[in-house]
Each structure stands twice: as structure tokens, then as C-alpha cells.
């Protein structure tokens, strides 16, 4: 082995042996995730706690302790182990855990002060995920309070060490130079940029080109998810057959022994189609081709649902880069771009870190169930949009998650405990009180995902989806839990959707969501207590309303679909929605459509009718009912008023008979 970052050995361990925080710089591939781990075991970092190593993703902790293990002759579970949502590998011995990094935030819940815990490393920290940000500092809180023997080794590929160091400070920081071969790197041209093809033919295209000058190692093609990796891998089929390339995905939903053969296996030439955990999580040696779609799935709010949701986008400068560098690990390689060298000047520089990006509700629950008091007193490494904090405490305030003073509640706590949005814990948690959880687990899937019913259909569609659902049960997402209920029975067979205009793999996708949300609410205790009887639709609307009480719309008049939304905003309800005969109700999508005259078009989806006294018995505190005066300027006189609002939504009002 002949790794850069054995030359920094000693330097590294006598700089950790004289402070509590070291900063380590060095490039993708230097062997950062592999060697230092075990600088630590022989430094005797560990010799009176373990070492927690946070990973980004789940496919990096699982294969680099097996690799760490590999290389210190032992099997994964012994000295070093790993933990990953639904899978642990580790016993009593171990002394290195691989984790990802919701794990370490469940971990400083379960245990503020992590006892037994020497060391923690933060990899990849240059991806600048929320979790790395927020556990980062809750580390430095401890350590600062309860912990000052706590070490924090922060591991970075690209970012800029001085930034870091400041906020550090004081701290070491340590830099390893990486040892690489020069990478070529092409673009296509305009013509096949605007060409129809899809991404993955054009990809294959690239390959099969590159690999005809490119005689030796492995090719390395990214891909923004397992649906292009997929189509990507057939397209290359249909080129590289007789070329006798081994043709390998490589993702996260694959089999551990799918996502082993990708990375080690193999005797003949690779072409490994992948995410971006290929980019700079794991390591695939020989690699001289890389081809590049430039695209990647990035979590970010969506203002429609009022949650976070994965979009494809565009990579950063810094992303096509590192990209790029794998062809050249080993040898020269080259790289081919999917883009244009033009269209490379537009895009960002760097990837804009995740808590500029998303909603901070859920992070900010987990958080406070650390145990931090306030959010006031939280130091942040970078500080987030001040709005956008304030939306998140006001809506863990109207689920009931924290009290008026910004502390956590019990209920609040309980929601901590799901490793979901606290809109889908609020209503997974109210679903308990009904008996519906199973349902709700389904009718949270479906809010998540896309509509699998289509819009646009013809009435054969239509007549035939009346009558599988009449009235849908007064909700929009009510009619889909029927129509995917059917679906499921048939097994989601394509004719069978097409006559109900479902969209079938859509569907496909939600029964995996749905059963993951049932596993959690089965792991939190919430499906005890027996067989649940078939939920009555007015409780299931009832827990919808607990994950959006932010969304309670009121019609404005009888004739048109203009209504109004808690916090003020103006809208309609959408047409074909099945929650028009209430005046009351709530919407999961808020969608902002075109700009007419001017103003923003808004239009209230995915909608479910409510009744007034629902929101005085479920939320009582944010419902009044009340006498007030006003003057009227029509009557010239003052007038009492009995007004009865939710929130700041004026629901009714009417002149009292006796002023
Ligand atoms: P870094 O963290 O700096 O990106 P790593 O420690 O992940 O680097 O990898 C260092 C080297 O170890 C890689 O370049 C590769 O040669 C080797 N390596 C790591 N994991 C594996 C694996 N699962 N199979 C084969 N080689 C591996």
C-alpha cells in the first residue's frame, strides 16, 4: 500500500495527541476514510472509547469497514463495525464504528454526552450535508460543556481549511497532498447537446467512443439515480455486447453483494454506471474513463408540499471536477463531459450547501431533542436564512412539537423519534389516537410522492374511476389510496392502471415508501394493541389536518373557487378537486402557477374537506371563537361580531342579534 496520507501519519497522530481538534485536508483518494480510522487504533486514541465515523452515505459505512477490516485481517463487526438505518455490524471488541450520520444525531438523543465515545470523525465534510453541519456543532457544544476530552477530527477533500478553522478554533489542521495522473477532459459538442436523445444514450454513446481509445482499466459513468443507471446500463448492452465489458450498476438501493461486486469484483474490464457515491464516497481503483450526465439528485424544499423533496439538477464546477479526478487515480485517464464547454462557464462553482436548500423542521426537532434548550443558543458553522428558521419553529409550533417558549413538548419528543418530516410524524402519531396508522403510512407515501393518478383523461377514465370511489371520501388523496389500494391487488398490472389512469410505476414506488413508514411506526410501537379495523375517511382527514394545520383553506364565496389559506394567502381551490362541497378544507400542495396580470396564480391541491369543529377539538389553542366590535363603514355604526378563527383564518363571522 502506498497511499499519500501514510506520509502524514506521525505528523497527524502527535498533532491529535496535543489538541481536541484537528482539521485533515486532502484529496478524493488519498486514503483519508481508510487509514485514519486505524492512525487512531495504533495512536491509542481508542484505547478508552470508540471511534464514531460519520459517512454521508450508507453504502460508504458499509463498505469501508469492510475494507478497514479487510486490511487489518479481521471481519466487519470485529475492531472496526458499521451502522446504517436497518443494519448493524459490530460487537463488544469494536472500536470503530462507520456510521451515517442520522445514526450519531439518534445517538446524542439516546445519550447527550456520548459516554464511551473517544473520538468522532466527521468524512466527507466538504459535502456540507445538514446533518455534518448540525451534529458538528451540537460535537463542539459538548465538548465546549460536559466533554473536553472529546477529540473531532473534521476530514475535508476540497473545502477551504481556513473557514473551517476559524469556526474551529483553536484548532490543528493537517494536509496531505494527493499523488494524481493528469485526466483529459472533453465536452460534446452543440449538436448532440440539443439533440432528443435522453441522457443515457447519449452517455452510452460517450462510452462506447471513449473506450475505443481508452485500451486499458475501468470506465466509470455517473448517473443521477437507479431509474437512468438502469436505462443507461441497457443502452450500453445494446453497444458494448460483443466487447465483453462487464456492464455494473452502483446505488444505493442495491443488494450489499450488487454494490460489493461494482466496487471490488470482477476479472474482466468494468463499465460501473453510478450516483454520486462514487464521486468521492467510495473509491473504485483502475478506473480511466470517466463519462459525466453533469446531473445530480439534490434535496431541496419544495414550497408545493411543504417538504423536502429530490430534484435532478445540475452539478457544480467543484462536482465535475471531482468527477473527473477518478479517471485519473492510477494512470492518465480522460473524462467526457454531457455538456457543453459553453454551458460549463454557467454552471456554479460549488454545490450550495444543504441547509441553504431545505426545510430545517425536522433537523431542528432533533436538535432540540438533544437536549440543546434553544434554538437561540445554537452556533451554527453557517447560519441559515433567518425566515427560513422562523418558518420551521412556527410550524413544529403548530404541530404541537414545541411550545410557545421554543421547547420541545412531549409530543414533540415522540416525533423526534420517526426519521421523517415532523409533518408525517405528526400524523403517524395522530393516527395512533384513530386506529388508522397502516393508512396513514399509505396516505403519507402518497402525499410525498407524485400523483399517480394522471390528470388529463377521457371520460371512459373518469365514469370508471367514479365508480371505483364516488366521491372519494371529500379528498383528493383519499380517491388515490383507493385507486392505489386497487392497483395493489392487481398487482399493479399495466392494462389495469392504464383503464384507471394510474401511473403505474409511480405506484410501484409508493408501496415501498409505504411499507418503510410502516416500519418505522411498527419500530416506534405505534401499530400495538392488534389488528386495526378499516379507518373511517373522517379520521383519516382528521390526521391529515395534523400534518398541515398550516394549510386550512376557506372558501371565500359559494360561486367561484377562490379561497383563502391560513397566513393570508389567496387562491383556488383546484377544479377537479374532490373537497369542493366544503367550505372548509385542507391542502397537502400549494402550487404556484403562471403569472396573470402580474400576480402569482395560486392553486390549492391534493385537497380534503374538514369540519369547523374538527380544528376547535384538535387544535384548541390555535382556535378562537370569540366577540369582538368593529366598526362598520357601510352602517356607519359599530357593530359586535362573533368571529371564529383558526389561526389567523377567519372562518365565520356574524353580527350578534343583541350589539
Ligand atoms: P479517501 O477517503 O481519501 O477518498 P479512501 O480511504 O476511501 O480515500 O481510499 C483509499 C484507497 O483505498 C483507494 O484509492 C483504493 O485504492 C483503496 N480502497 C478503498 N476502499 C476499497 C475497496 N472497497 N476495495 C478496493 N480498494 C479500496
Partial sequence: MDLPILEIEDEFCSKLANTNRLVLEAPTGSGKSTQVPKFLLKGGFLDNGEAVVLQPRRIAARMLAKRVSWEIGESPGRTIGYQVRHDRVSSRDTRVHFVTEGILLRRMIADPDLKG???????????????????????????????????????SAT????????????????????????????YIDNRSANSDLPIWELAANATAEGLKTQSEGHALVFMPGAFEIGKTIAALGRRLSARGFELLPLHSELSAKDQDRAVEGGNRRKVIVATNVAETSLTIDNVRLVVDSGQARIARYDPIRGINT?????????????????????APGKAIRLWTERENANRALFEEPEVRRVDLSEMLLSLLATGIGSVDAFEWFERPNEERLADAVQLLRGLEAIDDDGRLTARGRKMSGFPLHPRFASMLLAAKGFGCVEEMALAAALAQSRNILLRKVDKAVEKRREALWGEGGKSDLIAQMFAWKAALKERFDMRFCQELGIHAQSARQVLKVANQLSQYAEASGLLEGGKEVAADEADIRKCLLWGFPDRVCRRLDSGTLRCSMVGGRRGNLARESLADGSELFVACEVNEIGRQGGQVNTVFNLCSAIDVEWLEELFPDLFSDAEETAFDEKQKRVVERRVIRFQDLEISSKESLEP
Fill in 159 to 186: 473545502l477551504d481549511a481556513s473557514e473551517l478553522s476559524t469556526y474551529l478554533e483553536p484548532c490543528e489542521i493537517v494536509k496531505s497532498e494527493g499523488r494524481t495522473f493528469p485526466v483529459e477532459v472533453g
Fill in 310 to 330: 429530490l430534484w435532478i439538477e445540475r452539478i457544480s464546477n467543484a462536482s465535475a471536477k471531482q468527477r473527473s479526478g477518478r479517471a485519473g487515480r492510477t
Fill in 117 to 155: 465515545v473517544s473520538c468522532i470523525v466527521f468524512d466527507e465534510f466538504h459535502e456540507r450535508s445538514m446533518h455534518a453541519d448540525l451534529t458538528l456543532a451540537r460535537a463542539l457544544m459538548l465538548q465546549r460543556t460536559k466533554r473536553p476530552d472529546l477529540k473531532l477530527i473534521i476530514m
